[in-house]
T-cell receptor
């Protein structure tokens, strides 16, 4: 069966410090991978998504970046955090059926980031 | 800006009644639609996916899609207190981009 691991679960970081969140998927190959952020009481904001190794689509943030060094690994990074980066970060994967993306997302447990 | 819109609620429904959740989307090229349930402090979990016009039933849940009206809904029959959560509607376009609405908070009243 497929599983998704995301870490760290919680972190408190000062403004201007770097960030690295990691996500790995097991039990499937060539998944689509997604990073979302959810600010307190808000909806899910799409940050990045990837349909394959080295293929990253960026949606919104200027100070965040994503990389996909391996098929089932997705990393979210920042060189300098802002206060507005605080939130609940969620990694998710979706699989393929008959060559097409099902779009059905399976989420990790999330990483709760507080920037002070 | 392609968007998915939901009423934020809260929507209060008596236990045992039908809860009706609605969603509209602006991107006509969206092809696939999804409903997720999210409990407070937890990750969203998939309830239903729907890809073609009409109704799709799974247990107490029924998803309805009307592409002409750009409208998706979720019905929950025989609502239970455990159904109290935030329900997120999502749409996927041909580039595999998946956008969520802000969610509707549902309260089932015992």
């Amino acid at each position: 069966s497929q599983t998704i691991h995301q870490w760290p679960a919680t972190l408190v970081q000062p403004v201007g410090s770097p960030l690295s969140l990691e996500c790995t998927v097991e039990g499937t190959s060539n998944p689509n991978l997604y990073w979302y952020r959810q600010a307190a009481g808000r909806g899910l904001q799409l940050l990045f998504y990837s349909v394959g190794i080295g293929q990253i689509s960026s949606e919104v943030p200027q100070n965040l970046s994503a990389s996909r060094p391996q098929d089932r690994q997705f990393i979210l990074s920042s060189k300098k955090l802002l206060l507005s980066d605080s939130g609940f970060y969620l990694c998710a994967w979706s699989g393929l059926i008959r060559g097409g993306n099902t779009g059905e997302l399976f989420f990790g447990e999330g990483s709760r980031l507080t920037v002070l | 800006q392609k968007e998915v819109e939901q009423n934020s609620g809260p929507l209060s429904v008596p236990e045992g009644a039908i809860a009706s959740l609605n969603c509209t989307y602006s991107d006509r090229v969206s092809q696939s639609f999804f409903w997720y349930r999210q409990y407070s402090g937890k990750s969203p979990e998939l309830i239903m996916s729907i890809y073609s016009n009409g109704d799709k039933e799974d247990g107490r849940f029924t998803a309805q899609l009307n592409k002409a009206s750009q409208y998706v809904s979720l019905l929950i029959r025989d609502s239970q207190p455990s159904d109290s959560a935030t329900y997120l509607c999502a749409a996927m376009n041909r580039d595999d981009k998946i956008i969520f609405g802000k969610g509707t908070r549902l309260h089932i009243l015992p």
